[in-house]
């Protein structure tokens, strides 16, 4: 099972291995309260394609395809992820972004579980 939290809410056991997938370190959260296993940022957009994308809703659709074409070389990360969720059962992709539907977790969540786009 791998399933995506916000990094601000309460660590819980029912996380598994918990893997913040984040760039930058979100901001007030101490690593002692973050209780991260990993912090993978070889999986996190680009810092060009973060910038441009600024968690604009209108850009969420070609940030999709930018991103998902930034992660077609980053097999080993990928896999990395998916041999934790085999050696663990539960993985939690730690994000910050404050809106949970737009965020690029929710791309990575997908594509390590390798479910289509719902248009």
């Known amino acids: 099972m791998i399933k995506i939290k916000r990094i601000y809410k ?3 056991e029912s996380d598994g291995y918990r893997i913040l997938v984040d760039r930058l370190w979100p901001r ?3 690593k002692e309260r973050a209780k991260i296993n990993l912090w993978l940022k070889d999986v996190t957009p680009s810092d060009k394609l973060r910038k441009w994308y600024s968690h604009d809703p209108k850009k969420w659709d070609e940030f999709q395809k ?3 074409m930034e992660l077609v070389g980053k097999t080993d990360s990928l896999d990395e992820i998916r041999t934790m969720e085999k050696n663990q059962k539960t993985v939690t992709l730690l994000y910050a972004a404050r809106d949970e539907k ?3 977790a929710v791309i990575l969540q997908r594509i390590l579980l390798g479910i289509s786009e719902k248009k």
Request: aromatic share 8%.
């Open 66 to 68: 930018k991103y998902e």
């Open 10 to 12: 309460d660590p819980d």
């Open 102 to 104: 737009i965020t690029h």
């Open 28 to 30: 007030g959260v101490s």
